[in-house]
């Protein structure tokens, strides 16, 4: 009990931190013709978890195209490390494709990573990926994490560019 005590203030710092940034910040303006994004989630017990992950297996930053099942799998596996056990969602490869985004590891938890936005534009489709990460004065758990988000965006067999933006968590 007294070490749940001696947590809680910690606790209440880091559920405090991210609470001031405006949603606007949380998307990547892109020029052409916006496209759907759908984050993958997993499958099981309502509501579904999504695809994000900060424990995957991601140690380096990276940005995929993953236009086949074969990939998928794999792709999926790293996503959610060696304790996954969440079935692989289906995506059907002819219609759809799915894009992936990785910080790479962070020494504490306070980043995340997110795909709001994607647009067509000239015969390039523009993916946003947007980083959030710890602002000045935050606390924050020290311990290794990965963060990795994976989005469902319309096929486009033609280049892919991933725009990237960092936002800054503003904490009290």
Known sequence: ??????????????????????????????????????????????????????????????????????EWASTWALIHGSASTSPLPPVDFGADMVVVAATGTRGSTGYDITIPDAALDAGTLRVGVVETTPGSGCVFATVLTSPVAAARVPRHDGPVEFVDKTVAIACQ
């Open 1 to 70: 009990m007294k070490t749940f005590l001696a947590i809680l203030p910690a606790a209440a710092v880091v559920l405090a931190c991210g609470a001031d940034h405006p949603q606007s910040s949380l998307h990547v303006d892109l020029p052409g013709t916006a496209v759907a994004v759908t984050e993958i989630r997993t499958s099981g017990a309502p509501p579904p978890a999504p695809a994000r992950a900060s424990g995957s297996g991601f140690t380096e930053p990276a940005r995929l195209v993953i236009r086949s099942q074969e």
